[in-house]
């Protein structure tokens, strides 16, 4: 058992504090950026469907040449195989991704509507068990998220609207986001300084 003091909660919240105090003018940027990002989502969705399909597409492609390229540089070791086979899969489907974007953006809706029910529920639970700085906003951006998981869910099926629903969701989703973000610069921004 260690007989050395451990720090107190409050010693390093104040630190925290004083660390983000300092960044609130990057929060600020960065909230304004999702915020222009996700009002140009929302404005032209199905062009950003079909750019948020084409990225992914390329991480994926990209993924597979570096797993390609690592099993090949180290091709004496057992792992050759599996690493050659899952580059050659992150390859197939980086092209199937790129090359039908339209067909890609069914599957990557229902995966989206996943990812923002739990990102949603996650930012809830934790928001309201943390009770941060900003956290009602950071609660509040947890519902939209969460509703917006439920609601792809529901419209999933529907193929002549999956088109426009990622990018518009996507837009919202950085909208609230980018409000949240702002909402924590200024709240950091009013925080009385520490004394030195």
């Given at each position: 058992?260690?007989?050395?003091p ?22 600020l ?37 570096v ?130």
């Amino acid at each position: 058992m260690s007989t050395e003091p451990q720090p107190s909660t409050h010693g390093t919240l104040a630190e925290e504090l004083q660390t983000l105090q300092k960044s609130w003018l990057l929060f600020l940027l960065l909230g304004i950026a999702s915020i222009v990002l996700g009002l140009l989502s929302i404005v032209v969705p199905y062009i950003a469907t079909l750019a948020t399909v084409a990225v992914i597409g390329a991480l994926v492609l990209v993924g597979g040449v570096v797993h390609i390229v690592s099993a090949f540089s180290a091709r004496c070791w057992r792992g050759f195989i599996l690493h050659l086979l899952a580059g050659l899969l992150y390859l197939v489907v980086g092209l199937i991704l790129l090359r039908q974007p339209g067909a890609a953006a069914t599957g990557l809706t229902l995966m989206l509507a996943a990812i923002f029910i739990v990102g949603g529920s996650f930012r809830i639970i934790v928001s309201m068990v943390e009770r941060f700085n900003g956290w009602g906003w950071d609660l509040l951006n947890g519902f939209i998220t969460l509703f917006l998981g439920l609601l792809i869910w529901r419209v999933w099926r529907e193929d002549e609207s999956i088109l426009w629903v990622i990018g518009l969701f996507v837009g919202i989703d950085l909208l609230f986001n980018g409000w949240s973000l702002i909402m924590l610069a200024l709240t950091l921004r009013s925080l009385p300084r520490p004394a030195p």
